[in-house]
């Protein structure tokens, strides 16, 4: 287990996190839950846990809007938080799908 702001970050990637991540990537703009959980093949409930975690990790930059949030890749997160971007590509890796980091 690793520790970031304070909080608990598993080592674990799931595939999930991976989509998520993805699909963000991709967009390049900022994208709701809803979207990304459309876009990502994820529940929208799995949608949020993973963009706040992202957020939380600084790999994610998040505005809040009314009705909900919106996320965007952040600017570096690759500097923001490497060890976490280099496992999330790592685990793109193994699930056979393609992410820069």
Do not use: C
């Amino acid at each position: 287990m690793v520790w970031y702001a304070g909080r608990m970050e598993t080592n674990e990637i799931s595939l999930h996190q991976v989509r998520v991540y993805r699909f963000v990537w991709e967009m390049k703009d900022w994208v709701t839950n809803a979207e990304i959980a459309r876009g990502a093949a994820v529940a929208a409930r799995t949608a949020r846990l993973h963009t706040r975690r992202f957020v939380a990790a600084g790999l994610f930059d998040q505005i809040e809007l009314f009705p909900g949030h919106s996320f965007r890749i952040a600017a570096k997160p690759e500097s923001r938080n490497k060890a976490y971007a280099l496992r999330l590509a790592q685990a793109a890796e193994a699930f056979g799908l393609e992410l820069s980091v």
